[in-house]
């Protein structure tokens, strides 16, 4: 039990908007003593008698475990729905129950490759998980380049952050409101060689994380890839985060997101088979069969 | 301002002044509280939150005879007070399960309600006689909400003949002591009939309900939203439909022991539940909102009791219909 | 600190640009959002709120042949997203009803559809007599979850041929020019087959879903809470078995108009079941969360509608099959 | 539609608690000017994603038509379930939609019976609608004696308020915690008689109204009483309300309390029968019918 998620009667301790996102903060003690940069927490929304049953998922921001009123975690999220519409106009002391960290973190080179260049990719609000691993890769030695890309300069998250952490900051937004114009892979194979890169981060659009792992592999570096699949309970027993992997063994499997990720290899992931079972599949229906 | 937070801690579970156990057939259980089928997964899971063994017992996602991939995603979809899941059964196969699964459970002190779901009575023969004899394995769910592939895909449960072949069959293949509760689906014209059927099979027990056919559409891509079209729609939401059913069949047959189950939130639901006539309540889509739900429900339910005089949980089973 | 608030206004119901001719049978409606049966009386109380010749149709309170008190208190109780009633067709007979709901209606522009219920055949065919020619009567709803007192009580919607007896009674006894709608209930095995038997024996359309079965137990009481035991579930809850009732029949008997319904509470709600393939939406039980519902969903629903590109309503009906 | 009822998107002004009670003030413009002693509001509870479908019914305790947001309604609440619990922890500005005026209110005496004396009798959070009646009662010229009774003390709700209006006010709780320990019942007769009072106004618990109702009848009086039945619309168009009431014709129907009600006079409530459907009423089951 000891280094597995919590659950915590958590409660909001402040809501902020930064550009076209809202920054919560909870009070959710125990919490950050064991999350690794890319682990995520799964919020109940919605209140005593809501009609909300599952749980949203968030990447972990930041955590801190010493703030003044206990343990806190900060996600970054966007409006999408009823939940997260909830969860942005909570005022401070709303309790929230707070399950994490959950799901398996971004791996970490090894203490021993020292100066292994990093490359970071976030789209949106998926940079936020990003900044807790730089931190993380810097106190290792490695270095850190940031590819941060949007829609439009409201929906870019962290840049300052990633300013005062990395050794350059590359901004591409579709609509040109900041930085390049265009797409974060229009920018990342000439950051990656600048920077030498030996491994690349990405948390995003599943769309950008296709396109980020191919211009990856073109240079022959492996991305991890945070997804964002579609969760009920964020914990592993309802298996509706599922999606097509390929195994050790060469085969494909339907995989859990949620424990088995959110971070995985970007070449295992079958990006283009994402929301179909498909043929071959462990498991698979077969024609004439069930 | 001042914030007073705590990690949600297992509730206790003990109330030495009322008496738990709960009968499903000849199986005594320490208290009434189980997970639900295909919401708990094999427990795993679940003993990161509390100890799996302070339950009734756990059921187990329904198992087939071979690894399912399952459907393809979106799988779910969030509905008022519920949702509509399309899983398709996804699961490693009986082999796997007896290997790895059932074996866990058994060395974490968990009692195990194993859930079989096959596509002709064939199938769930076999599956019977794999599990035979399985360690920890304390009874079987027969999930006949499944298509049947040698008719036209009709599902068991809408049958009382197909859902009595079913039953028979798994009936003949499992120990005697070892009883076997045949897990009913809501939608159908007369439940009863089926319990009946089942009954007369062989069941020794019942449980309902199986979710109800649901479906919803996306509006953005003006589509199913569900890549299986159609899902069984779970949660809060159908509660009044499960303690209907269940209230029905306890009226008829109040000698059939009724594992509950259906949008079982709290304890108030679950004793709502047994009232109506179950004789112990499974915890199912409520785990998604909190994964330490069924062991809360079992602590909720012991204070309910007690709060109304109740010494024993026996007493409370149907108590609704003699009051 | 500042303020701001509104009376809730009767949204606007125009939008130029889309034509919301709903179709059932031969008639036409200049917009495709009712209200149920039972959750608008015969329209008066809710004209206090907005024009009730704004709707597609005010679909009027189940009437029967005679007075009717109705049953005991209590008659209702909240679910989560939902509630039951068990209110019994308390009403005032068909002569009061057509002495004062009907001129009133008629008086007030509303376009009316007149949902009848009864205890047998007889009283049904007796029922759609008296109405033939009534002014302002647009169409006849037959509300066929009805016990049938020369059957057991079993409801004449859970058997095909009793479904069938009912509808093709009231269609004999009704003006050709007026269509007459099979409200049917989801509690069935196979709703397509009962749909079939009431198209086959002269329905000119479908009006779905009536309430689920359900019931809620008082835990002070520790009995039902509702007076009549049982009572009819509805609300946001059940839209999900709305939409796959309405996708089913649809799919199986594609040329006939469904007045859906079932959980309806927004324009989104509306266009979910117009996609399923309802080809004019009533709105039940959202009324008692917002009075002003109907028009409110008829505005949401237009914009909806426009924002997906629709130029007319009719080609959104169903389309979901289509895509 | 004019002087019916309103929708009104409200807000909370502010909520205070007294006693065992919230007093919730709205801003909700339009309902004032159109509300008389008796009247109720219906609110919707729980906000947007809500599971909760129905309408909590509250008697009306004050409006203001020139308050500083505009047009205010007050109601003071007991919690009882999930939509009072909710009600009564709002922060300011939450929207609230409320409907109304809604219902029947008191009947005044007619202008001309100036010096009628007038006994108000209120059971807990039930004196609520009875502080604007006592008013409306002073300024036609008659006479108000108040007794206002619950089961403890901090359930008395308004003893100032009464003080400030009536000739005179008798306390009563059923655990002596202040005044007479006792019902109200208890000590009507002997405020009745000192009054020499010409009617009675009630509103409490159903058993209150019909022990008021009797005690009434049994100095010749008329008690109106305002019922309280468990609502689902508050308009009118669910019949989930009724009760047993005895029309002008002798004939029991049974009615709805929303809008025929909440205020009946109390000899034509069938008490004894709240919660059937007492033989001969109209439309009643008969032996072999349906
Ligand atoms: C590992 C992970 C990390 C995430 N991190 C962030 C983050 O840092 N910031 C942020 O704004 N969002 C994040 N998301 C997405 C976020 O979970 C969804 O936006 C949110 O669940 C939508 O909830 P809703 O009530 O607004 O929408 P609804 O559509 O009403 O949600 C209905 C249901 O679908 C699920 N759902 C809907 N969309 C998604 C989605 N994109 N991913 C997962 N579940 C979904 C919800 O959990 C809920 O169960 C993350 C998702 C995952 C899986
Ligand atoms: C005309 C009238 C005036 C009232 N005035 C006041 C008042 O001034 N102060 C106050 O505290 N309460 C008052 N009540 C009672 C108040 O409406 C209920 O306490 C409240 O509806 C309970 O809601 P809940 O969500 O807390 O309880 P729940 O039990 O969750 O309510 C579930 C459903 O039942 C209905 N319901 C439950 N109890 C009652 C009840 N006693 N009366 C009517 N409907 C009920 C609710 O409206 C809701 O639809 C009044 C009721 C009526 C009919
Ligand atoms: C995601 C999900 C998966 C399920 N899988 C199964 C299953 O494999 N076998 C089964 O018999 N029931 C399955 N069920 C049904 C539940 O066991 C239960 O009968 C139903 O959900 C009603 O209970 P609830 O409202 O508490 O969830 C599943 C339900 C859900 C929500
Ligand atoms: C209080 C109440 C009374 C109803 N009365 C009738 C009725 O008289 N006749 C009928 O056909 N349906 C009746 N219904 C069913 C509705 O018309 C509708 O089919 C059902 O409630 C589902 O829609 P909803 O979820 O929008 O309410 C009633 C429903 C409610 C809630
Ligand atoms: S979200 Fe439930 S298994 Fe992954
Ligand atoms: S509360 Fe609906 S009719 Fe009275």
């Known amino acids: 039990m000891s ?41 109940a929304t919605g209140g005593p008698d809501s009609g909300l049953t599952l749980r949203r998922a968030f990447s972990i921001y930041k955590v801190d475990t010493r703030g003044v009123y206990g343990g806190t975690v900060e996600v970054v999220l966007a409006v999408h729905g009823a939940g997260t519409a909830w969860l942005a106009v909570q005022h401070p002391h709303t309790p929230v129950d707070v399950v994490g960290p959950l799901g398996r973190p971004f791996s ?18 998926g940079s936020a998980p990003l900044f807790a691993l730089a931190e993380a890769l810097r106190s290792r030695g490695c270095r850190v380049d940031f590819v941060l890309g949007a829609a439009s300069a409201d929906r870019l998250f962290g840049v300052l952050d990633a300013k005062r952490m990395a050794s350059t900051v590359a901004v591409t937004t579709d609509d040109g409101t ?26 995003g659009p599943m769309a950008m994380l296709q396109a980020v792992t191919a211009v990856a592999a073109r240079r022959g570096v492996v991305a991890q890839c945070a997804v964002e699949e579609s969760m009920a309970c964020g914990i592993g027993v309802c298996m509706t985060c599922v999606l097509p992997v390929v195994g050790d063994d060469g085969q494909t ?38 | ?63 087939m005879l071979a690894a399912r991939s399952g459907r393809a995603t979106p799988r779910m979809a969030e509905t008022a007070s519920g949702m509509l899941n399309s899983i398709g059964l996804q699961g490693p196969g009986i082999d796997a399960f007896l290997e790895h699964d059932l074996p866990w459970l058994h060395e974490h002190g968990a009692r195990t309600v194993v859930s079989i779901a096959g596509g002709s009575v064939e199938e769930y023969a076999e599956l019977a006689r794999r599990l035979r004899g399985a360690p920890g394995m304390l009874a079987l769910e027969v999930n006949i909400s499944c298509p049947n592939v040698e008719n036209r895909g009709l599902v068991f449960a809408c049958d009382p003949d197909a859902a009595a072949a079913v039953v028979g069959a798994v009936r003949r293949h499992t120990a005697p002591a070892v009883p076997v509760l045949a897990k009913l689906s809501p939608d159908v014209t007369d439940i009863v009939s089926i319990a009946r059927a089942c009954v007369d099979a062989g069941a020794d027990g019942l449980s309902m309900i199986n979710t109800l056919l649901g479906m919803a559409l996306d509006l953005d891509t003006m589509r199913p939203v569900l ?97």
Not at chain 1, 178 to 199: I, K, N, W
Not at chain 2, 41 to 59: I, K, N, P, T
Not at chain 2, 277 to 291: E, Q, R
Request: proline letters at 7%; hydrophobic letters at 45%; glycine letters at 12%.
């Open chain 1, 3 to 43: 280094d597995g998620p919590l659950q915590v009667a958590g409660q909001v301790l402040s809501t902020k908007r930064v550009g076209a996102y809202h920054h919560l903060t909870l009070v959710a003690p125990g919490i950050a003593e064991r999350t690794r940069p890319g682990h995520f927490v799964a919020l």
């Open chain 2, 227 to 323: 890549a299986g079209v159609t899902g069984g729609l779970s949660g809060r939401a159908i509660k009044p439909v499960a303690v209907r059913c269940i209230w029905q069949v306890h009226a008829a047959l109040p000698q059939v022991p009724i594992l509950g189950m259906g949008g079982v939130a709290s304890g108030r639901d679950a004793v709502e539940l047994v009232l109506a006539g179950a004789s112990a309540v499974s915890v199912g889509t409520a785990i998604f909102h909190d994964p330490s739900a069924p062991v809360r429900v079992l602590a909720e339910l012991t204070e309910v009791l007690d709060a109304r005089g109740f010494t024993t949980l026996a007493d409370a089973v149907g108590h609704a219909h003699r009051q």
């Open chain 2, 1 to 63: 301002m001042s914030f007073h937070v705590r990690t949600v801690e297992p509730p206790r579970v003990e109330a030495p002044h009322i008496d738990l156990t709960a009968r499903l057939g000849d199986v005594v259980l320490p208290n009434p509280v189980l997970t639900a089928s295909g919401c708990a997964a094999a427990g795993r899971e679940l003993a990161q939150f509390f100890d799996v063994a302070d339950l009734g017992a756990v059921v187990t996602k329904s198992i």
């Open chain 1, 253 to 290: 499997r339907m995989v859990r997101s949620c424990v088995d990720g959110p971070v995985f290899p970007g070449d295992r992931v079958r990006w283009d088979d994402v929301g179909t079972v498909p043929a071959g599949t462990v498991g698979a229906p077969v024609a004439g069969g069930h």
């Open chain 1, 108 to 125: 970490l080179p090894k203490d021993t490759q020292r100066g292994v260049s990093a490359t970071l990719v976030g789209g949106g609000y």
């Open chain 1, 178 to 203: 900041a930085g390049t114009r265009g797409r974060v892979t229009d920018v990342l194979p000439e950051v990656m060689a600048a920077a030498h890169s030996d491994v690349v981060y990405a948390c």
